[in-house]
């Protein structure tokens, strides 16, 4: 079974980067026709897809964040990164990590990690 | 990109059935059959109930279906229960300017 696992500051000061990593195990980070991918909830709100990478490196973000966004991935550690710079209270929220599995007809979030608030404050 | 379109709650009574709509445009759940639907407890992460618009994950209840006509998909929880009380999301890939999208999340209520 797999699973997921964020984990980084559960506080991070305006203006400054917010970063977390996502622990994969179970399985290997490096396995095709899986997207490895990070998605945050507002207080109260729903889900915001932010951008996803494949273990090759390839990344596709979400347009509306995509100017202040890095998604990079380490297949030695098995684990894969968010950092997202010049935060704003806007970005205090629960951030999930999350395996997307795709190809032959698949597309769909199929693993997801606990997920952890980050809250951006001074 | 605009987010799929939910009803913001739906209720029912035990045993009975409920369904949730889920509509998009033809940039998504009309013209791809990867819409999938989430169920998310409070301060709990979202959990997969149906993929490809009408697949169970292995060992899930069979209570819960999905269907799409056009541009809206829908899930369906027959035999409602105390602990389907939830949030529950759709989802779809599209072909917009981010290759997913979300709908705004549907609170569940058992009477």
């Known amino acids: 079974q797999v699973q997921l696992q964020e984990s980084g500051p559960g506080l991070v000061k305006p203006s400054q980067t917010l970063s977390l990593t996502c622990t994969v195990s179970?399985?290997?980070?490096?396995?095709?026709?899986?997207?490895w991918s990070w998605i945050r909830q507002h207080p109260g709100k729903g889900l915001e897809w932010i951008g996803y990478?494949?273990?090759?490196?390839?990344?596709?973000?979400n347009p509306s964040l995509k100017s202040r966004l890095t998604i990079s991935v380490d297949t030695s550690k098995n684990q894969f990164s968010l950092k997202l710079n010049s935060v704003t209270a806007a970005d205090t929220a629960v951030y999930y990590c999350?395996?997307?599995?795709f190809g032959s007809g698949s597309y769909h979030f199929e693993y997801w990690g606990r997920g952890t608030l980050v809250t951006v404050s001074s | 990109q605009s987010a799929l379109t939910q009803p913001a709650s739906v209720s029912g009574s035990p045993g009975q059935s409920i369904t949730i709509s889920c509509t998009g445009t033809?940039?998504?759940?009309?013209?791809?059959?990867?819409v999938s639907w989430y169920q998310q407890y409070p301060g709990k992460a979202p959990k997969l109930l149906i993929y490809e618009v009408s697949n169970r994950p292995s060992g899930l209840s069979n209570r819960f279906s999905g269907s799409k006509s056009g541009n809206t998909a829908s899930l369906t929880i027959s035999g409602l229960q105390a602990e389907d009380e939830a949030d529950y999301y759709c989802s779809s890939y599209t072909s917009g300017s981010a290759p997913v999208v979300f709908g705004g999340g549907t609170k569940v209520t058992v009477l």
């Open positions: 999350a395996r997307v599995s």
């Open positions: 990478i494949y273990y090759s490196g390839n990344t596709y973000y």
């Open positions: 033809s940039s998504d759940i009309g013209n791809y059959d990867y």
């Open positions: 179970g399985g290997s980070i490096s396995s095709g026709n899986y997207y």
